[in-house]
């Protein structure tokens, strides 16, 4: 039962141009979300959250949405550069339910190209 | 050191084989997680320490994982009679406290032959 889905596996931008990767969850307990960049052989790196008391996150080039009702969230990056690059990953934590102490539910990623 | 280490990088393994994979979180981190990426896929729970404590070991997919952490400190994930599902990167965090914004290791990739 995957809880969190990267509908998209891959994605292919222009550079200057707006990405928007976007992910779905299923369960109602999820309170907060992440999103993670990661480039071959690291760990992923942290990029921007979103608790669900609000609808937007905004950091420099990157804008996180959440529509709590429709159980979505998209990350967009404005504007794109090449050293974007990269798998990006939605993950999703309950703050209550036995799990508050941070237990991450990852999507599958989305690849990020960006051409010059 | 700076960030989460994990050592070996890369670790070939026969099937059968008993393997330990090490974690080096940042210092002080009171928050270690171990995540489980297999090729193509999200990173997916395995367990959780606070301090010394296994708080929460539901990810483990089986009796033949362990993980242990008897200092608080370094943890150790040993994976006995390893199979060839259990090849895939293996994952460390840690996070100076409770809750979900930690900072990963490069992570070990492990390969059942």
């Known amino acids: 039962d995957q809880q969190v889905k990267q509908n998209s ?46 609808d937007k996150n905004e950091d420099g080039r990157f ?13 967009h990056i404005v504007p794109s550069q090449p050293g974007d690059s990269a798998v990006y990953f939605c993950a999703a934590s309950a703050s209550s339910g036995g799990t508050s102490y941070g237990k991450l539910t990852f999507g599958q990623g989305t690849i990020l190209t960006v051409h010059p | 050191g700076a960030g989460v280490s994990q050592s070996p990088r890369y670790k070939v393994a026969k099937r059968g084989q008993d393997v330990a994979l090490r974690c080096d979180p940042i ?14 896929q999200g990173p ?12 929460d070991k539901s990810g483990l997919p089986s009796d033949r994982f362990f993980a242990e952490r008897p200092e608080g400190s370094v943890s150790t994930l ?7 599902e259990d090849s895939a990167v293996y994952l460390c965090a840690s996070s100076k406290t409770t809750g979900p914004g930690y900072t990963f290791g490069s992570g070990t990739r492990l390969t059942v032959v």
């Open chain 1, 9 to 54: 596996p891959s994605l292919s931008v222009q550079e200057g141009r707006i990405s928007i990767l976007n992910c779905d969850y299923t369960n109602s307990m999820f309170d907060y979300f992440l999103w993670y960049k990661k480039y071959p052989a690291e760990g992923p790196t942290f990029l921007i959250s979103i608790s669900s008391i609000k």
């Open chain 1, 63 to 75: 804008t996180v949405f959440l529509n709590k009702s429709a159980k979505h969230l998209s990350l």
């Open chain 2, 27 to 40: 210092s002080g981190h009171v928050s270690l997680f171990w995540y489980q990426q297999a090729l193509g």
């Open chain 2, 44 to 55: 997916e729970f395995l367990t959780y320490f606070q301090n010394e404590a296994q708080l």
């Open chain 2, 78 to 84: 040993k994976i006995q009679r390893t199979q060839q």
